[in-house]
């Protein structure tokens, strides 16, 4: 548990009668995992994609070829439609994307070990995040992430009122 902030998230929601949705790559499910260890989480949480390779996130998120090709799977503009397409599929008031590279020692298209590239998608804004971790091992730079992920969700949603 992220000190139990995933725990103020679900009752945020449940409370407002919000939906929510995670389309993750980076992070593998962990933030759709620390979310669902919440009980009662299946009132607003409608449902996870990890689409870990480049075709997954094609298929099941509906990033773009062209987005692909022009700003690589490490990118805002990735996220970004990561995030829409996922809160599309579930038709779900929030989504949360995370893309990046967890490596502790390859940068991939470019971009840093440890950065991550995180949009939420909340009814029709987007709100971009960069993250880039201060560890150099691939679990502490993926759990951190999470915390980032959930610490900008709570303070997107905290003040939301119904």
Sequence with gaps: MLNKIN???????????LT???????????VASNLVLVEHASNSFLGSLVTYH???KKKFAKVSQETIDKFGTVSKECAREMARGCQNGFKSDIAISVTGNASVSNP????????????????DKLYD???????T???DTINQCVAFV?????????????
């Design 54 to 56: 480049a075709n997954a």
């Design 7 to 17: 725990e103020q998230i679900i009752k945020k929601l449940n409370d407002l009668h």
């Design 108 to 123: 991939i298209e470019g971009q840093p070990s440890g950065m991550a590239y995180v949009c939420i998608a909340l009814f």
């Design 137 to 139: 091992n691939r679990v």
């Design 129 to 135: 995040f960069q993250f880039v971790s201060k560890y």
């Design 20 to 30: 929510i949705s995670t389309c993750e790559s980076m992070t593998g499910g962990a």
């Design 150 to 162: 959930l610490n900008n969700l709570w303070d997107i949603i905290k003040d939301l009122k119904r």
